[in-house]
């Protein structure tokens, strides 16, 4: 069954370096979402992407955090300058856009934890 | 308002059936969705509700949804030590999700 890949699954950063966390989604899927998951706190949504540009975010999402979509494959999340509280899993999910999006289920990748020092 | 609230624990005994329960608050969720966590592991889709339907059965698993009060269960027949993760409920709200904060379910054998 096809799966949303994540790389690395563990970086470990110097506060106020940058850092840029990978994500292939599955390979027919148009629409594309970052969250992240602070440790023992709920899965927050973070950004959606579509047709190569934000769709919808969030108030975390603030000019720290960029998305791109580089080439057909990689659908990547850069934080700028990181943060102590930047320290999170973060996950990517992607869903079918050739149907009606609205009823179309996301699917996650096994995240990646960010671990800023 | 965003919330979605679930319990945080519930343990079963291998066998029993397993309820987890949700509530959430906006009306105009379209979706409803359960995902399962396992220790290191993503979020794993295992089964979603339309909003105009009140139950859906998936092999094991039975969804219950009662939009009047806006609460949500996962029902898991023959609960097995498989079944051991934690299981967040969400909400669909255009096109992000708002999720509980996740029940940890521990199955004893």
């Known amino acids: 069954e096809p799966e949303v890949t994540q790389t690395p699954s563990h970086q470990v950063t110097q506060m106020g370096q940058e850092v840029i966390l990978r994500c292939v989604p599955i390979s027919n899927h148009l629409y594309f979402y970052w969250y992240r998951q602070i440790l023992g706190q709920k899965v927050e949504f973070l950004v959606s992407f579509y047709n190569n540009e934000i769709s919808e975010k969030s108030e975390i999402f603030d000019d720290q955090f960029s998305v791109e979509r580089p080439d057909g494959s990689n659908f990547t999340l850069k934080i700028r300058s990181t943060k102590l509280e930047d320290s999170a899993m973060y996950f990517c999910?992607?869903?079918?856009?050739?149907?009606?999006?609205?009823?179309?289920?996301?699917?996650f990748g096994d995240g990646t934890r960010l671990s800023i020092l | 308002g965003e919330d979605v609230e679930q319990s945080l624990f519930l343990s079963v005994r291998e066998g029993d059936s397993s309820v987890i329960n949700c509530t959430y608050t906006d009306s105009s969720s379209t979706y409803l969705y359960w995902y399962k966590q396992e220790p290191g592991a993503g979020l794993q889709l295992l089964t979603y509700i339309f909003s105009n339907m009140d139950m859906k059965q998936d092999q094991r698993l039975t969804v219950l949804l009662n939009k009047k009060d806006k609460h949500l269960s996962l029902r898991i027949a023959d609960t097995q030590t498989g079944d051991s993760a934690i299981y967040f409920c969400?909400?669909?709200?255009?096109?992000?999700?708002?999720f509980g904060q996740g029940t940890e379910l521990s199955v004893k054998p």
């Open positions: 999910a992607s869903s079918d856009g050739l149907k009606d999006r609205s009823n179309q289920p996301q699917h």
């Open positions: 969400a909400e669909r709200k255009r096109g992000k999700l708002i």
